[in-house]
């Protein structure tokens, strides 16, 4: 099949060269193509350019884009789209003055999550999964990573694995899974959490690595959940595995996590709230992406990761939405585009670099996505009328998209 989008007020994001991560000052810019044409066969981007050198291109489908934006789809590089039920009894105790530390300490949070998965079947699991991520499919994003973190037990998490692994195979998105089973301490474990690590070490990294359905391993590095000597215990036995790690760190507290991820060659250390000094020095000489998820700050009230900060010392950034049901339940990438630019201070093309190539990233696959590049996978978004691409981040709340192209194919 191929495909040939017309009369495109802007192309953005158009690099001649297989760019493959963009930094600091780099980031204010954004090539574009004004007035252009993008040409696709199968799942691959195959020509683009000036509609004034347009040639002659014969294709099965002709999409005239006339007044509208197109950009490569969003590579949203932290989620945890596979949960079961939700937590908006939760929500609401916050509202009324709980903390988030308050519910999680009297057994709801992650605890109440694992409880609610433990006992959704695997095919029901799917199906809620499935519903959320045909929704972000929608609003734009074409690859996501995916995260286990909700099972807490061998069996729920490799539960966790195997749907993430149905997703990968049925859904036309890029789907990478992490294994995340350090994410809360279980009930079970409470006053022996070595009994519990040593569980993940040695049952559930052997299995799930022998399956072969984990790609990543992430720990939620965070007080009262897993310390330092914790989270390199595990990422040391991941390493066995070839498991590179992306970890939850400096979301409430500062332990170290920024340079232990270093350390261990993180593909990305995510969260980040909460940043020091120390934490930018480590970033400066590694191949690890810093990511905020502005969603979270948002629907949490805590402090925005200090992007301007990051970016500023000449070091990348990623956003995401970290879809989750306790802290960020929007995978809405659109949103975190716009928070990023409002909230974190981020120009609307630092924002679309971070959420495209930066993202793609992130999730180890920037060769192939995140930008528009001959070779590179045809995932496109298409938008609405708009003058300037500004107007995404601009129009808060608002749903610029028109239509979506994922994997070639014209939704
Ligand atoms: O990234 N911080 C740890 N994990 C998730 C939230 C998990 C939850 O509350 O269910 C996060 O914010
Ligand atoms: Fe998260």
Avoid at 36 to 62: F, P, Q, R
Avoid at 310 to 339: E, K, Q
Avoid at 365 to 374: A, D, E, P
Wanted: proline share 4%.
């Amino acid at each position: 099949m191929s495909i040939l989008i017309k009369n495109i007020n802007q192309l953005l994001q158009v690099h001649e060269d297989n760019v493959t991560i963009v930094k600091g000052a780099k980031m204010k810019t954004l090539p574009l193509i004004e007035n252009a044409y993008v040409y696709i066969v199968d799942d691959t981007i195959v020509e683009y350019g000036s509609m004034d050198n347009i040639g002659d291109i014969k294709a099965e489908e002709t999409i005239d884009a006339t007044g509208k934006i197109v950009l490569p789809s969003w590579c949203d590089s932290h989620t945890h789209i596979v949960y079961a039920g939700n937590r908006a009894s939760e929500f609401v105790d916050r509202i009324n003055g709980l903390s988030y530390a308050e519910i999680a300490n009297r057994g709801g949070g992650i605890l109440n999550s694992a409880k609610t998965l433990q006992n959704t079947s695997e095919d029901d699991l799917y199906k809620q999964s499935l519903k959320r991520l045909n929704e972000v499919i929608a609003m734009g994003t074409g690859a996501v990573e995916i995260k286990t973190g909700y099972g807490l037990t061998v069996e729920a998490e490799l539960k966790m694995l195997k749907v993430i692994k149905r997703l990968k195979q049925d859904s036309l998105a890029k789907v990478k899974p992490t294994l995340l089973a350090a994410h809360a301490i279980p009930e079970k474990y409470r006053s022996d959490k070595a009994s519990y690590l040593k569980i993940i070490i040695n049952e559930l990294l052997p299995k799930a690595s022998s399956l072969r359905i984990a790609e990543y391993i992430d720990v939620f590095c965070e007080e009262g959940y897993f310390s330092i000597e914790d989270t390199e215990a595990i990422l040391k036995a991941a390493k066995k595995y070839h498991l590179q790690p992306k970890i939850h760190v400096n979301q409430f507290n500062i332990l170290g996590g920024v340079a232990l991820g270093v350390k261990y060659n993180a593909l990305s250390v995510d969260h980040l709230e909460e940043l020091n000094d120390d934490d930018i020095k480590a970033l400066k000489e590694s191949i690890t992406m810093p990511v905020a998820l502005p969603g979270c700050s948002y629907f949490l009230g805590i402090p925005y990761t200090p992007a301007r900060k990051i970016i500023d010392a000449g070091l990348p950034l990623a956003i995401a939405t970290d879809f989750n049901p306790g802290s960020a339940p929007s995978g809405n990438m659109n949103f975190v585009v716009s928070s990023a630019c409002i909230k974190l201070k981020m120009t609307p093309e630092e924002a679309i670099n971070a959420a495209t190539i930066n993202g793609a990233y992130a999730m180890g696959i920037s060769n192939m996505y995140g930008s528009i590049t001959r070779g590179k996978k045809a995932n496109l978004i298409i938008t609405k009328p708009m003058d300037n691409y500004a107007s995404i981040a601009y129009e808060f709340g608002q749903d610029p998209i028109d239509r979506i192209i994922i994997n070639g194919i014209s939704l």
